[in-house]
Protein backbone atom coordinates (compact mmCIF):
# COMPACT_ATOMS: atom_id res chain seq x y z
CA UNK A 1 0.00 0.00 0.00
CA UNK A 2 1.46 3.62 -0.56
CA UNK A 3 2.29 5.68 2.17
CA UNK A 4 0.20 8.76 1.60
CA UNK A 5 -1.57 9.73 3.79
CA UNK A 6 -4.38 10.98 1.90
CA UNK A 7 -5.90 7.63 1.92
CA UNK A 8 -8.92 6.95 3.66
CA UNK A 9 -9.63 3.66 5.70
CA UNK A 10 -12.80 2.98 7.20
CA UNK A 11 -12.88 0.93 9.89
CA UNK A 12 -16.81 -1.23 10.88
CA UNK A 13 -17.40 -2.99 14.38
CA UNK A 14 -20.62 -5.02 14.55
CA UNK A 15 -21.08 -2.94 17.89
CA UNK A 16 -19.56 -1.01 21.09
CA UNK A 17 -20.35 -1.65 24.43
CA UNK A 18 -17.23 -2.42 26.57
CA UNK A 19 -13.84 -3.05 26.08
CA UNK A 20 -13.58 -7.02 25.46
CA UNK A 21 -11.63 -9.28 23.93
CA UNK A 22 -12.52 -8.62 20.65
CA UNK A 23 -12.20 -4.82 21.05
CA UNK A 24 -8.51 -5.67 21.44
CA UNK A 25 -8.28 -6.68 18.37
CA UNK A 26 -10.23 -3.03 17.01
CA UNK A 27 -7.94 -1.33 19.54
CA UNK A 28 -4.37 -2.74 17.76
CA UNK A 29 -6.59 -2.10 13.99
CA UNK A 30 -6.85 1.86 15.10
CA UNK A 31 -2.66 1.79 16.19
CA UNK A 32 -1.93 0.68 12.29
CA UNK A 33 -4.60 3.20 10.63
CA UNK A 34 -4.76 6.05 13.59
CA UNK A 35 -6.66 8.41 11.13
CA UNK A 36 -9.19 5.61 10.45
CA UNK A 37 -12.85 6.49 11.01
CA UNK A 38 -15.12 4.32 12.94
CA UNK A 39 -18.40 2.77 12.10
CA UNK A 40 -20.90 0.88 14.52
CA UNK A 41 -24.60 -0.24 14.58
CA UNK A 42 -24.30 1.39 17.98
CA UNK A 43 -21.78 3.52 20.02
CA UNK A 44 -22.72 3.09 24.01
CA UNK A 45 -19.36 3.18 25.27
CA UNK A 46 -18.60 5.15 28.48
CA UNK A 47 -15.68 7.78 28.73
CA UNK A 48 -13.57 5.31 30.82
CA UNK A 49 -13.23 2.52 28.43
CA UNK A 50 -13.11 5.33 25.12
CA UNK A 51 -9.68 5.08 25.64
CA UNK A 52 -8.92 2.15 23.19
CA UNK A 53 -10.61 4.02 20.65
CA UNK A 54 -8.35 6.98 20.77
CA UNK A 55 -11.02 8.95 22.01
CA UNK A 56 -13.10 9.19 18.62
CA UNK A 57 -16.78 8.72 18.62
CA UNK A 58 -18.06 6.20 15.95
CA UNK A 59 -20.62 6.84 12.87
CA UNK A 60 -23.60 5.14 14.00
CA UNK A 61 -26.86 3.53 12.55
CA UNK A 62 -30.87 4.04 13.06
CA UNK A 63 -30.67 1.12 16.15
CA UNK A 64 -28.28 3.72 18.12
CA UNK A 65 -31.66 5.43 18.49
CA UNK A 66 -33.99 2.74 19.02
CA UNK A 67 -35.63 1.76 22.33
CA UNK A 68 -33.87 -0.14 24.81
CA UNK A 69 -30.72 -0.33 22.36
CA UNK A 70 -28.14 0.26 25.49
CA UNK A 71 -28.78 -2.53 27.04
CA UNK A 72 -30.53 -5.24 24.74
CA UNK A 73 -29.33 -4.33 21.20
CA UNK A 74 -29.29 -7.64 20.40
CA UNK A 75 -33.12 -7.96 19.87
CA UNK A 76 -33.15 -5.90 17.08
CA UNK A 77 -30.68 -8.30 15.16
CA UNK A 78 -33.19 -9.10 12.36
CA UNK A 79 -32.73 -4.96 11.87
CA UNK A 80 -28.86 -4.81 11.75
CA UNK A 81 -28.24 -6.16 8.03
CA UNK A 82 -30.47 -3.33 6.97
CA UNK A 83 -28.23 -1.12 9.74
CA UNK A 84 -25.16 -2.39 8.29
CA UNK A 85 -25.76 -1.74 4.87
CA UNK A 86 -27.26 1.83 5.49
CA UNK A 87 -23.53 3.47 6.46
CA UNK A 88 -22.44 4.75 2.95
CA UNK A 89 -18.26 4.74 2.76
CA UNK A 90 -17.99 6.09 -0.29
CA UNK A 91 -15.36 8.45 0.34
CA UNK A 92 -13.14 5.84 1.67
CA UNK A 93 -10.40 3.91 -0.03
CA UNK A 94 -9.78 0.99 2.46
CA UNK A 95 -12.09 -0.75 4.51
CA UNK A 96 -11.54 -2.97 6.61
CA UNK A 97 -14.42 -5.28 8.97
CA UNK A 98 -13.93 -6.29 12.69
CA UNK A 99 -16.84 -8.85 12.47
CA UNK A 100 -18.33 -11.37 14.46
CA UNK A 101 -22.38 -10.82 13.14
CA UNK A 102 -22.97 -8.25 10.70
CA UNK A 103 -20.13 -5.85 10.02
CA UNK A 104 -18.69 -7.93 6.96
CA UNK A 105 -22.33 -7.09 5.13
CA UNK A 106 -21.02 -3.41 4.52
CA UNK A 107 -21.77 -2.63 1.47
CA UNK A 108 -18.74 -0.71 -0.34
CA UNK A 109 -17.37 0.31 -4.24
CA UNK A 110 -15.61 -1.45 -7.02
CA UNK A 111 -12.94 0.79 -6.65
CA UNK A 112 -12.46 0.21 -2.74
CA UNK A 113 -10.93 -2.74 -1.53
CA UNK A 114 -12.60 -4.08 2.08
CA UNK A 115 -10.93 -6.69 4.65
CA UNK A 116 -12.74 -8.59 6.96
CA UNK A 117 -11.43 -9.90 9.93
CA UNK A 118 -13.76 -12.47 11.75
CA UNK A 119 -13.58 -12.67 15.29
CA UNK A 120 -15.37 -15.75 16.03
CA UNK A 121 -17.73 -18.32 13.97
CA UNK A 122 -19.87 -15.26 12.18
CA UNK A 123 -23.67 -15.94 13.94
CA UNK A 124 -22.60 -18.92 14.89
CA UNK A 125 -26.00 -19.00 16.88
CA UNK A 126 -27.81 -19.07 13.79
CA UNK A 127 -26.67 -22.10 12.78
CA UNK A 128 -25.29 -24.46 15.29
CA UNK A 129 -27.02 -23.62 18.29
CA UNK A 130 -30.30 -23.10 16.29
CA UNK A 131 -32.58 -25.42 17.77
CA UNK A 132 -32.38 -23.46 21.16
CA UNK A 133 -34.54 -20.74 18.95
CA UNK A 134 -37.33 -22.69 17.72
CA UNK A 135 -39.71 -23.92 19.73
CA UNK A 136 -43.30 -25.66 18.91
CA UNK A 137 -45.53 -22.39 18.79
CA UNK A 138 -46.15 -19.65 17.13
CA UNK A 139 -43.61 -17.80 18.46
CA UNK A 140 -41.00 -20.46 17.95
CA UNK A 141 -41.92 -20.52 14.30
CA UNK A 142 -41.72 -16.75 14.04
CA UNK A 143 -37.88 -16.87 15.51
CA UNK A 144 -36.49 -19.28 13.24
CA UNK A 145 -38.45 -17.79 10.14
CA UNK A 146 -36.47 -14.62 11.10
CA UNK A 147 -33.73 -16.34 11.38
CA UNK A 148 -33.76 -18.21 8.17
CA UNK A 149 -34.08 -14.41 6.69
CA UNK A 150 -30.63 -13.96 8.72
CA UNK A 151 -28.99 -16.67 7.13
CA UNK A 152 -30.12 -16.29 4.03
CA UNK A 153 -28.22 -12.35 4.24
CA UNK A 154 -25.46 -13.46 5.93
CA UNK A 155 -24.86 -15.94 3.24
CA UNK A 156 -24.76 -13.06 0.33
CA UNK A 157 -23.09 -10.66 3.17
CA UNK A 158 -19.99 -13.54 3.80
CA UNK A 159 -18.94 -12.69 -0.29
CA UNK A 160 -18.78 -9.14 -0.13
CA UNK A 161 -14.99 -8.71 1.68
CA UNK A 162 -12.38 -9.14 -1.32
CA UNK A 163 -9.82 -10.59 1.67
CA UNK A 164 -11.40 -12.41 4.51
CA UNK A 165 -9.02 -13.13 8.06
CA UNK A 166 -10.13 -15.32 10.10
CA UNK A 167 -8.90 -15.41 14.17
CA UNK A 168 -8.16 -19.50 14.13
CA UNK A 169 -7.52 -21.98 11.38
CA UNK A 170 -10.86 -23.40 13.23
CA UNK A 171 -12.94 -20.40 12.57
CA UNK A 172 -11.45 -20.40 9.33
CA UNK A 173 -12.86 -23.82 8.29
CA UNK A 174 -15.75 -23.24 9.93
CA UNK A 175 -16.05 -20.28 7.30
CA UNK A 176 -15.40 -22.08 4.26
CA UNK A 177 -17.91 -25.16 5.43
CA UNK A 178 -20.94 -22.97 5.88
CA UNK A 179 -19.89 -19.98 3.31
CA UNK A 180 -17.53 -21.31 0.88
CA UNK A 181 -15.31 -18.81 1.54
CA UNK A 182 -11.30 -19.11 1.70
CA UNK A 183 -9.48 -16.66 4.54
CA UNK A 184 -6.19 -15.94 5.73
CA UNK A 185 -5.08 -16.92 9.66
CA UNK A 186 -4.62 -14.34 11.67
CA UNK A 187 -4.05 -14.73 15.63
CA UNK A 188 -5.54 -12.11 17.56
CA UNK A 189 -3.42 -10.27 20.10
CA UNK A 190 -2.37 -10.81 23.70
CA UNK A 191 -0.89 -8.62 26.43
CA UNK A 192 2.17 -11.21 26.78
CA UNK A 193 3.74 -8.43 28.63
CA UNK A 194 1.13 -7.97 31.33
CA UNK A 195 1.10 -11.33 31.98
CA UNK A 196 4.47 -12.54 31.31
CA UNK A 197 5.25 -10.03 34.43
CA UNK A 198 3.99 -12.48 36.51
CA UNK A 199 5.47 -15.42 35.48
CA UNK A 200 6.45 -18.01 38.21
CA UNK A 201 8.26 -21.45 38.07
CA UNK A 202 6.86 -21.89 41.34
CA UNK A 203 3.45 -23.62 41.74
CA UNK A 204 0.91 -24.32 44.92
CA UNK A 205 -1.86 -26.92 45.03
CA UNK A 206 -4.42 -25.18 42.84
CA UNK A 207 -5.82 -25.13 39.64
CA UNK A 208 -7.70 -22.09 38.07
CA UNK A 209 -10.42 -21.31 35.66
CA UNK A 210 -11.43 -17.83 34.37
CA UNK A 211 -14.27 -16.14 32.32
CA UNK A 212 -17.64 -15.16 32.16
CA UNK A 213 -20.26 -18.00 33.45
CA UNK A 214 -22.13 -18.82 30.67
CA UNK A 215 -23.92 -22.21 29.33
CA UNK A 216 -21.15 -22.43 26.53
CA UNK A 217 -18.18 -22.26 28.62
CA UNK A 218 -19.12 -25.32 30.62
CA UNK A 219 -17.94 -24.07 33.96
CA UNK A 220 -20.14 -27.15 35.04
CA UNK A 221 -17.80 -29.81 33.50
CA UNK A 222 -14.94 -28.64 35.78
CA UNK A 223 -17.00 -28.04 39.08
CA UNK A 224 -18.73 -31.74 39.01
CA UNK A 225 -14.40 -32.63 38.00
CA UNK A 226 -13.46 -31.06 40.51
CA UNK A 227 -16.01 -32.11 42.94
CA UNK A 228 -15.24 -35.60 42.10
CA UNK A 229 -11.14 -34.86 42.15
CA UNK A 230 -11.52 -33.17 45.48
CA UNK A 231 -8.46 -30.99 44.36
CA UNK A 232 -8.57 -27.00 45.27
CA UNK A 233 -10.25 -25.01 42.38
CA UNK A 234 -10.35 -21.17 41.98
CA UNK A 235 -13.38 -19.69 40.11
CA UNK A 236 -12.61 -16.26 38.72
CA UNK A 237 -15.24 -14.45 36.96
CA UNK A 238 -19.41 -14.02 36.92
CA UNK A 239 -22.14 -14.64 34.78
CA UNK A 240 -25.96 -15.95 34.60
CA UNK A 241 -24.83 -19.58 35.76
CA UNK A 242 -22.73 -18.69 38.94
CA UNK A 243 -25.85 -18.92 41.03
CA UNK A 244 -26.51 -22.33 39.62
CA UNK A 245 -22.25 -23.44 39.56
CA UNK A 246 -21.94 -22.38 43.53
CA UNK A 247 -24.90 -24.72 44.19
CA UNK A 248 -23.20 -27.40 43.11
CA UNK A 249 -19.37 -26.86 44.20
CA UNK A 250 -18.59 -28.73 47.41
CA UNK A 251 -15.99 -26.99 49.52
CA UNK A 252 -12.52 -27.26 47.91
CA UNK A 253 -13.85 -25.09 45.00
CA UNK A 254 -13.65 -21.26 45.82
CA UNK A 255 -15.51 -18.68 43.80
CA UNK A 256 -13.96 -15.69 43.87
CA UNK A 257 -15.88 -13.39 41.49
CA UNK A 258 -14.56 -10.38 38.89
CA UNK A 259 -10.78 -9.96 39.25
CA UNK A 260 -8.40 -7.39 37.95
CA UNK A 261 -6.18 -8.34 35.03
CA UNK A 262 -3.38 -8.25 37.49
CA UNK A 263 -4.87 -9.88 40.20
CA UNK A 264 -6.32 -12.91 37.58
CA UNK A 265 -1.88 -12.72 36.34
CA UNK A 266 -0.97 -13.32 40.43
CA UNK A 267 -3.45 -16.39 40.72
CA UNK A 268 -2.76 -18.05 37.40
CA UNK A 269 0.96 -17.57 37.73
CA UNK A 270 0.81 -19.85 40.92
CA UNK A 271 -1.41 -22.53 40.06
CA UNK A 272 -0.19 -26.06 39.20
CA UNK A 273 -2.91 -25.88 35.85
CA UNK A 274 -5.36 -23.81 33.90
CA UNK A 275 -8.93 -25.35 33.16
CA UNK A 276 -9.83 -24.53 30.23
CA UNK A 277 -13.59 -26.78 29.20
CA UNK A 278 -15.13 -25.21 26.57
CA UNK A 279 -14.96 -24.65 22.81
CA UNK A 280 -14.15 -21.61 21.68
CA UNK A 281 -13.04 -19.66 18.35
CA UNK A 282 -9.98 -18.57 19.87
CA UNK A 283 -9.21 -19.04 23.63
CA UNK A 284 -7.05 -15.58 24.76
CA UNK A 285 -6.91 -17.26 28.50
CA UNK A 286 -5.25 -19.85 27.18
CA UNK A 287 -2.52 -17.95 25.69
CA UNK A 288 -2.19 -15.50 29.02
CA UNK A 289 -1.97 -18.45 31.00
CA UNK A 290 0.65 -19.92 29.18
CA UNK A 291 2.18 -16.12 29.79
CA UNK A 292 2.06 -16.36 33.26
CA UNK A 293 4.26 -20.08 32.96
CA UNK A 294 1.22 -22.23 33.93
CA UNK A 295 0.12 -25.34 31.67
CA UNK A 296 -3.11 -25.41 30.59
CA UNK A 297 -5.63 -28.50 30.73
CA UNK A 298 -8.20 -28.03 27.80
CA UNK A 299 -11.02 -29.38 25.70
CA UNK A 300 -9.23 -30.14 22.15
CA UNK A 301 -11.80 -28.81 19.87
CA UNK A 302 -11.95 -25.30 18.67
CA UNK A 303 -9.13 -22.84 18.91
CA UNK A 304 -7.23 -24.17 21.54
CA UNK A 305 -5.80 -26.95 19.60
CA UNK A 306 -3.99 -23.49 17.53
CA UNK A 307 -2.64 -22.36 20.80
CA UNK A 308 -1.54 -25.34 23.49
CA UNK A 309 1.34 -27.58 22.58
CA UNK A 310 -0.02 -30.82 23.39
CA UNK A 311 1.51 -33.36 25.64
CA UNK A 312 2.81 -36.26 23.24
CA UNK A 313 2.64 -34.21 20.32
CA UNK A 314 5.39 -31.53 21.09
CA UNK A 315 8.86 -31.47 22.26
CA UNK A 316 7.89 -28.59 24.14
CA UNK A 317 4.60 -29.45 25.62
CA UNK A 318 2.68 -26.95 27.24
CA UNK A 319 -0.80 -28.76 28.26
CA UNK A 320 -3.21 -31.93 27.53
CA UNK A 321 -5.86 -31.28 25.24
CA UNK A 322 -8.54 -34.01 26.11
CA UNK A 323 -10.57 -34.89 23.36
CA UNK A 324 -14.51 -35.80 24.70
CA UNK A 325 -16.43 -32.63 26.66
CA UNK A 326 -16.97 -34.36 29.33
CA UNK A 327 -16.55 -34.92 33.27
CA UNK A 328 -15.18 -38.11 32.65
CA UNK A 329 -12.16 -36.63 30.06
CA UNK A 330 -11.63 -33.74 32.26
CA UNK A 331 -10.93 -36.24 35.41
CA UNK A 332 -9.12 -38.45 33.76
CA UNK A 333 -6.73 -35.48 32.37
CA UNK A 334 -5.96 -34.12 35.51
CA UNK A 335 -5.38 -37.52 36.55
CA UNK A 336 -2.69 -37.89 33.61
CA UNK A 337 -1.56 -34.48 34.15
CA UNK A 338 -0.49 -35.03 37.88
CA UNK A 339 1.59 -38.39 36.72
CA UNK A 340 3.46 -36.33 34.52
CA UNK A 341 5.00 -34.23 37.33
CA UNK A 342 7.77 -31.83 35.38
CA UNK A 343 7.72 -32.61 32.08
CA UNK A 344 5.93 -29.36 31.53
CA UNK A 345 7.77 -26.51 31.99
CA UNK A 346 7.05 -23.25 32.49
CA UNK A 347 9.35 -21.56 30.38
CA UNK A 348 7.82 -23.95 27.81
CA UNK A 349 4.82 -22.30 28.21
CA UNK A 350 6.07 -18.64 28.08
CA UNK A 351 8.16 -19.33 25.17
CA UNK A 352 4.72 -20.76 23.27
CA UNK A 353 2.96 -17.60 24.18
CA UNK A 354 4.83 -14.99 22.60
CA UNK A 355 3.34 -15.82 19.60
CA UNK A 356 0.75 -14.09 20.02
CA UNK A 357 2.20 -10.81 21.15
CA UNK A 358 0.33 -7.55 20.22
CA UNK A 359 3.54 -6.50 17.86
CA UNK A 360 3.36 -10.24 16.23
CA UNK A 361 -0.52 -9.33 15.23
CA UNK A 362 0.27 -5.91 13.51
CA UNK A 363 2.89 -6.98 11.33
CA UNK A 364 0.73 -9.91 10.18
CA UNK A 365 -1.69 -7.54 9.75
CA UNK A 366 -0.07 -4.73 7.76
CA UNK A 367 1.87 -7.51 5.71
CA UNK A 368 -1.07 -9.22 4.91
CA UNK A 369 -3.22 -5.64 3.42
CA UNK A 370 -0.09 -4.20 2.36
CA UNK A 371 0.46 -7.23 0.30
CA UNK A 372 -2.98 -6.88 -1.26
CA UNK A 373 -3.22 -3.28 -1.91
CA UNK A 374 0.54 -2.51 -3.19
CA UNK A 375 -1.01 -0.41 -5.57
CA UNK A 376 -3.64 1.63 -3.87
CA UNK A 377 -3.21 5.10 -4.41
Known amino acids: MSKNSDIKVALVIDWLTVYGGAERVVEQ ?3 CYPNCDIFSLIDFLDDKQRFFVKGKKASTSFIQKLPFAKKLYRIYLPFMPMAIESFNLGKYDLVISSS ?14 HFSYLQARGLKYLYEEKSNYTQGNILGIFKEWLSHKVRMWDSIASSRPDYTISNSKFVSNWNKKIH ?8 PPVDIDLF ?4 SESKEDYYVIVGRMEPYKRFDIAIKAFNILGKKLIVIGSGTCENKLKKMSLPNIEFIGYQSKET ?16 EDFGISLVEAQACGTPVIAN ?5 CEIVNNIGNSNNPTGILFKEQTVESLVDSIH ?3 SLKDKI ?8 AKRFSKEIFKNNLMNFINSKTYDLK
Not at 100 to 113: E, S
Not at 180 to 187: R, T, Y
Not at 300 to 304: I, L, M, S, V
Open 29 to 31: IIE
Open 100 to 113: HAVARGVITYPNQI
Open 180 to 187: LVDSHVIH
Open 196 to 199: SSYF
Open 264 to 279: IAKIISKARGFIFPGR
Open 300 to 304: GQGGA
Open 336 to 338: YFE
Open 345 to 352: LPNDCLQN
